[in-house]
């Protein structure tokens, strides 16, 4: 089992960047692939970035495409979601997952560990 746990939210206004972060520990194995996910009050979580092991590949929601980067720093078993150009609607709590395949996953069931969350909120 992998534990995560993610760090850097916050209240910002919109247009701002946040860059959130996703410290790894347990079991880790190099070839996990890694995602972002968010929550807004009242709807379902949903996908916003992913990157496969070794940094390969990584996938985007159209909702944050161009806006948001994921990266991955294999030698500290951290993932990021560097975010620009924040948006009013961005707010929610963003989780962070593991996913033991090297394939990319978008579905919340693709996900086998999950992190605590962090609440980021955009200000309009």
């Known amino acids: 089992q992998v534990q995560l746990v993610e760090s850097g939210g916050g209240l910002v206004q919109a247009g701002s960047s946040l860059r959130l972060s996703c410290a790894a520990s347990?079991?880790?194995?190099?070839?996990?692939?890694m995602g972002w996910f968010r929550q807004a009050p009242g709807k379902e979580r949903e996908f916003v970035a992913a990157?496969?092991?070794?940094?390969?590949?990584?996938y985007y929601a159209d909702s944050v495409k161009g806006r948001f980067t994921i990266s991955r720093d294999s030698a500290k078993d951290t993932v990021y979601l560097q975010m620009n150009s924040l948006k009013p609607e961005d707010t929610a709590v963003y989780y962070c997952?593991?996913?033991?395949?090297?394939?990319?996953?978008?579905?919340?069931?693709?996900?086998?560990?999950w992190g605590q969350g962090t609440q980021v909120t955009v200000s309009s």
């Open positions: 997952a593991a996913r033991r395949a090297i394939d990319i996953g978008r579905l919340v069931s693709d996900y086998n560990d």
């Open positions: 347990g079991r880790i194995v190099s070839f996990v692939t």
């Open positions: 990157i496969t092991w070794r940094s390969i590949n990584t």
